[in-house]
């Protein structure tokens, strides 16, 4: 069952989709509004730390390159999930 959760930087988020992986085991993590990004964990700890990772080299690659960064959901404590914040 896949289950979502809420990626923060400092000044975006982004929800992450996090779904078993049945064949190599671990949890295979997608995001939605950043086409493309696609990381792996053991773990859901794990599979969260990498997300957060990918997010930040994803957008620092958009940054260099001078590409806007794709519509973020606004931040909310009332957001559902869980939150991992990185630096943009």
């Known amino acids: 069952m896949a289950r979502k ?3 923060s930087t400092s000044e975006y988020t982004y929800t992450v989709v996090l779904e078993p992986d049945e064949e190599d085991g671990g949890f295979t993590v997608t995001c939605p509004a ?6 792996h964990g053991d773990t859901i700890a794990e599979a969260r730390v990498h997300a ?3 997010i930040q080299g994803y ?3 958009l940054r260099k390159d001078g590409a806007p960064f794709p519509v973020s959901e606004k931040r909310s404590s009332e957001a559902p999930g869980e939150a991992v ?3 943009p």
């Not at 950043?34 to 990381?39: A, C, N, S």
């Open 5 to 7: 959760e809420m990626i």
């Open 34 to 39: 950043l086409p493309g990004l696609v990381t």
């Open 52 to 54: 957060a990772e990918a």
């Open 59 to 61: 957008l620092e690659s």
């Open 85 to 87: 914040h990185t630096k």
